[in-house]
Nanobody
Framework: QVQLVESGGGLVQPGGSLRLSCAAS????????RGWYRQAPGKQRELVAV??????????RYADSVKGRFTISGDNAENMLYLQMNSLKLEDTAVYYC????????WGQGTQVTVSS
């Protein structure tokens, strides 16, 4: 079992920035795919960013809607996952979830991000 706890959400004005953090604990070995998802009211949960770790290093992939604005990163020594969000837009408002192991893997409880003027 992997336990994931997100933090860093909040209220921000359009154009602002937030940094989400995800602390992982438990049996973490072998989770090579980690990511951030989000779910807005009335919408399905969607992938925001994913980082895949392999023998050649880390590879990242982003949803088209956040490319160039969001950056996913991980600190393997500290079992942390981060999402730096810049130039936030109204449509980025959602609950953001940390994920280890893909859609059928482990999930955090979510952290609310609200972009509003």
């Amino acid at each position: 079992q992997v336990q994931l706890v997100e933090s860093g959400g909040g209220l921000v004005q359009p154009g602002g920035s937030l940094r989400l953090s995800c602390a992982a604990s438990g049996f973490i070995v072998g989770f090579y795919v980690r990511g951030w998802y989000r779910q807005a009211p009335g919408k399905q949960r969607e992938l925001v960013a994913v980082i895949t770790s392999g023998v050649t290093g880390d590879n990242t992939r982003y949803a088209d809607s956040v490319k160039g604005r969001f950056t996913i990163s991980g600190d393997n020594a500290e079992n942390m996952l981060y999402l730096q969000m810049n130039s936030l837009k109204l449509e980025d408002t959602a609950v953001y979830y940390c994920n280890y192991g893909g859609f059928s893997g482990s999930w955090g409880q979510g952290t609310q991000v609200t972009v509003s003027s």
